[in-house]
């Protein structure tokens, strides 16, 4: 397998961009998908903001360097990448703060509708914000299978919030299908592309999505707690009344007035101050997620998950797939149940091989195509076989449950 492998990185289009990121020695890195990598540019990037723009400009940097308009420049360029306009998107806050944002103007544009639809098993910080909605009156959480959506879309349903491409399994919504279900039912409909966007293709414009949020830190490669980013759908810009206003979403916010009006557009979603190290980060990773592209990242992505498995099953390694077989049908990721998945996870991550476990019983393995190889692959799954085959997962040390898994 292994030469195999390196004959088709010999042949890899993308092989030239894994340089481009700052890789431990011996490490094979599998958890793309909750972390990204460090983009080599990335600390010359941030050394630049820090001593020059802030250490040598100061406060004149909001002009000079161009800190004001930053939201709205690296949202532009994230935008073509989740089928956007430039003006529709903008980056901001966290996941959790776009979200209780998005529910709560969402919920205003459908008067007498208060039930939010999700699915159960979502993941938590979607639901949880539809609870703390609820626990303030203001909206009622509804959950359905994901199997029986379609049909607990009625005329209470004020907002169909899923999530693009599942956390836990990979397994993808039908975008379009759902975005139209929700529509004839008379209800809006909010994506969450944290596991899909910069990994793979997302035309929210060509679906007539209306919200969508998106995280920075993993496929975007913008750090740990990076700024995330939100899309609001042109048509409904004028009428989006969101709940935190803060004196960055105001029309004119350096004329301190004492009433709130809103920023035009997309620029209404903003709030506080922007983060701007985090934003300068973030800038990097999406600057080269793009110039990769992600119509060869996703082609690659799919290329190496299903390499993953040839490699698994040629060393008769018994896992079982949960993830959907067919790699069209599931995001940049691979996740598998086995009883012992927290030991067995904690065994690869002593051997280099890092992916990660979540409860009771995932081992995940994302596939990060911009810095990942085909040997990688090969060598992951000998590691996987050895430490089943051996038993070493039983010791102590990996079946002591850690704060963060």
Known sequence: MIERARTLDVGDPLARYRDRFDLPEGVIYLDGNSLGCLPRETPTRLAKVVREEWGQDLIRSWNTAGWIAMPQRVGAKIAPMIGAKSHEVIVCDSVSVNLFKLISAALQMRPGRKAVLSEPGN??????????????????RRLAPRDAIAGALDGDVALLLLTHAHYKTGELFDMPALTRAAHDAGALVLWDLSHSGGALPVDLGECGADFAVGCGYKYFNGGPGAPAYAFVAERHQDALQQPLT???????????????????????????????????????????????????????????????????????????????????QRGSQLSFRHPEAYAICQALIARGVIGDFREPDILRFGFAPAYLRFEDMAEAARHVAEVLESGEWRRDEFRERSAVT
């Open 246 to 328: 803060g004196w960055m979403g105001h029309q004119a916010p350096f004329a301190f007035s004492d009433d709130y009006t809103p920023a035009p557009g997309v620029d209404r979603l903003l709030c506080g101050t922007p983060p701007i190290l985090g934003v300068a980060a973030l800038e990097v990773g999406v600057d080269l997620i793009a110039e990769i592209g992600i119509g060869p990242l996703h082609s690659k992505s799919q290329a190496l998950s299903e390499f993953f498995r040839q490699c698994l099953r040629e060393r008769d390694v018994a896992l079982d797939l949960v993830s959907p077989a067919d790699p069209a």
């Open 123 to 140: 993941f938590p910080t979607d639901l949880y914000i539809i609870e703390g909605l609820e626990k303030q009156g203001l909206a009622t």
